[in-house]
């Protein structure tokens, strides 16, 4: 049953589109270990529904919004200090608008959400083996095939030291991997789960995959991860109802944080039984000498006096680093949050544009979810793991940034993409019930 729906979502449900569809689904699976062919194939993917659904595209207001703020981010660097740096900066926003806005059409069922699932969890299992031979065996080597087609770097004892980051560039970066593949093979699981005792390959593969990533995310190091993690884990039991389950997970996060930040008596109580490599990650005792440039803290305030100084057009795309060098000393790619990034870089206007479409996407997704009666109740549980997925991403941005690694800014403007497919889908359907 579950091989022969996940053999039918191959198939486009409009043949038209078949033809991007397998470029899609190639692309993603292939895009974990090479992100140029990866990336190529998507990039062919969006082209191609471009072109076929130029109309449809150009019609939609989430995508005239996105136009409207590319056109925003062009403007702002005729007013940055360093044009050239601040335009080569628009390459990590407006190309993805654009192909984020051509996969939108091609996403438009949740056979197809699920199927997008199914091939992230297949994709990361590489990435799960590279990570714990890098931890657990000393892997330490570096592969290059045709310059960028396969470029792997992979430093032993993880990156930085005793933190698991695989082939990514660093363990934050394979953090933000793992939880989002940790969110929707968990959606895939939760849909599946009461076929255990079929002893279904499929689903006993999935669990064992999902298990491997958790375990992986708590060897990133990586707190943001962390908090991501439980708090999905925490609105699936609260959208299934499982309240012993919420009980438990609540209490297990209430220990954490005890440990990690109650007062002496308490905190020590509780670290009797809490791991210090999570209480003192958490509350940074594991690094007491973190230098004060080094902080986010730091990073936040300095982003926010930018702001202040250049409010309408901020002092231009990739300026952060150079002026906090300049202020501070230290080498520092960016300030561990997008949002204050691009207020400090590109001004208010085009950050609270940015963000409105975000928050458009989020209530549309969220009406649809709870106040509409037009998803069928066996597709409502995938459909909110990919709410969930882009809430997390949104949650892990306040914290750090994703858009300067090619593989998470693809797969995130992917989902994104999925997910304002599926919306627009049903919002047709919904229109054309009431007519």
Same mark, same amino acid.
């Given at each position: 049953?579950?091989?022969?729906?996940?053999?039918?979502?191959?198939?486009?449900?409009?043949?038209?589109?078949?033809?991007?569809?397998?470029?899609?689904?190639?692309?993603?699976?292939?895009?974990?270990?090479?992100?140029?062919?990866?990336?190529?194939?998507?990039?062919?993917?969006?082209?191609?529904?471009?072109?076929?659904?130029?109309?449809?595209?150009?019609?939609?207001?989430?995508?005239?919004?996105?136009?409207?703020?590319?056109?925003?981010?062009?403007?702002?660097?005729?007013?940055?200090?360093?044009?050239?740096?601040?335009?080569?900066?628009?390459?990590?926003?407006?190309?993805?608008?654009?192909?984020?806005?051509?996969?939108?059409?091609?996403?438009?069922?949740?056979?197809?959400?699920?199927?997008?699932?199914?091939?992230?969890?297949?994709?990361?299992?590489?990435?799960?083996?590279?990570?714990?031979?890098?931890?657990?065996?000393?892997?330490?080597?570096?592969?290059?095939?045709?310059?960028?087609?396969?470029?792997?770097?992979?430093?032993?004892?993880?990156?930085?030291?005793?933190?698991?980051?695989?082939?990514?560039?660093?363990?934050?970066?394979?953090?933000?991997?793992?939880?989002?593949?940790?969110?929707?093979?968990?959606?895939?699981?939760?849909?599946?789960?009461?076929?255990?005792?079929?002893?279904?390959?499929?689903?006993?593969?999935?669990?064992?995959?999902?298990?491997?990533?958790?375990?992986?995310?708590?060897?990133?190091?990586?707190?943001?991860?962390?908090?991501?993690?439980?708090?999905?884990?925490? /609105?699936?039991? &609260?959208?299934?109802?499982?309240?012993? %389950?919420?009980?438990?997970?609540?209490? !297990?996060?209430? =220990?954490? @944080? $005890?440990?990690?930040?109650?007062?002496?008596?308490?905190?020590?109580?509780?670290?009797?039984?809490?791991?210090?490599?999570?209480?003192?990650?958490?509350?940074?005792?594991?690094?007491?000498?973190?230098?004060?440039?080094?902080?986010?803290?730091?990073?936040?305030?300095?982003?926010?006096?930018?702001?202040?100084?250049?409010?309408?057009?901020?002092?231009?795309?990739?300026?952060?680093?150079?002026?906090?060098?300049?202020?501070?000393?230290?080498?520092?790619?960016?300030?561990?949050?997008?949002?204050?990034?691009?207020?400090?870089?590109?001004?208010?206007?085009?950050?609270?544009?940015?963000?409105?479409?975000?928050?458009?996407?989020?209530?549309? /997704?969220?009406? &649809?979810?709870?106040?509409?009666?037009? %998803?069928?109740?066996?597709?409502?549980? !995938?459909?909110? =793991?990919? @709410? $969930?997925?882009?809430?997390?991403?949104?949650?892990?941005?306040?914290?750090?940034?994703?858009?300067?690694?090619?593989?998470?800014?693809?797969?995130?403007?992917?989902?994104?993409?999925?997910?304002?497919?599926?919306?627009?889908?049903?919002?047709?359907?919904?229109?054309?019930?009431?007519?």
């Amino acid at each position: 049953m579950l091989g022969a729906s996940l053999n039918k979502a191959f198939y486009h449900p409009n043949p038209r589109l078949q033809t991007p569809w397998n470029f899609l689904q190639f692309g993603l699976l292939s895009f974990p270990i090479s992100p140029f062919l990866g990336g190529i194939s998507i990039v062919v993917a969006s082209l191609l529904t471009w072109r076929k659904q130029y109309h449809i595209i150009s019609d939609r207001p989430i995508h005239k919004g996105f136009a409207f703020l590319s056109i925003l981010l062009l403007i702002t660097t005729g007013f940055a200090s360093h044009k050239l740096e601040a335009f080569l900066g628009l390459f990590n926003l407006v190309p993805f608008f654009l192909f984020f806005t051509g996969l939108t059409p091609l996403i438009q069922t949740p056979a197809q959400l699920r199927q997008i699932s199914w091939i992230m969890v297949f994709g990361s299992v590489p990435v799960l083996i590279i990570g714990f031979g890098q931890l657990f065996c000393g892997w330490n080597f570096q592969v290059q095939f045709l310059w960028i087609v396969l470029d792997w770097t992979v430093a032993p004892g993880g990156l930085p030291p005793g933190r698991m980051a695989a082939n990514f560039m660093h363990a934050n970066t394979l953090a933000a991997y793992l939880v989002t593949i940790f969110i929707l093979g968990l959606g895939l699981w939760l849909e599946n789960y009461h076929k255990l005792k079929q002893k279904n390959r499929l689903i006993i593969f999935l669990t064992i995959t999902v298990f491997a990533n958790f375990i992986a995310l708590i060897l990133t190091n990586s707190r943001n991860g962390w908090v991501i993690a439980i708090s999905a884990c925490l /609105a699936y039991a &609260l959208y299934k109802g499982w309240r012993l %389950i919420v009980a438990a997970v609540v209490s !297990i996060a209430s =220990s954490f @944080l $005890l440990a990690a930040f109650a007062p002496a008596p308490i905190a020590q109580f509780f670290r009797s039984f809490v791991p210090y490599v999570i209480w003192a990650r958490l509350n940074d005792d594991m690094y007491p000498d973190r230098p004060v440039a080094l902080m986010r803290k730091t990073q936040w305030q300095f982003a926010l006096n930018l702001t202040q100084q250049h409010p309408f057009t901020g002092s231009g795309l990739r300026s952060f680093s150079g002026l906090y060098k300049d202020k501070m000393q230290i080498d520092l790619g960016h300030p561990h949050n997008l949002f204050l990034m691009l207020s400090a870089e590109t001004g208010l206007i085009t950050t609270l544009l940015f963000c409105g479409l975000l928050a458009w996407i989020i209530i549309a /997704a969220s009406q &649809l979810l709870w106040k509409s009666k037009s %998803i069928e109740p066996e597709n409502r549980l !995938i459909f909110f =793991s990919y @709410l $969930l997925t882009f809430i997390g991403w949104i949650l892990f941005n306040t914290v750090d940034i994703t858009t300067f690694d090619i593989r998470l800014n693809t797969l995130s403007w992917v989902f994104v993409a999925a997910l304002c497919g599926v919306i627009y889908q049903y919002q047709s359907r919904l229109k054309l019930r009431d007519n």
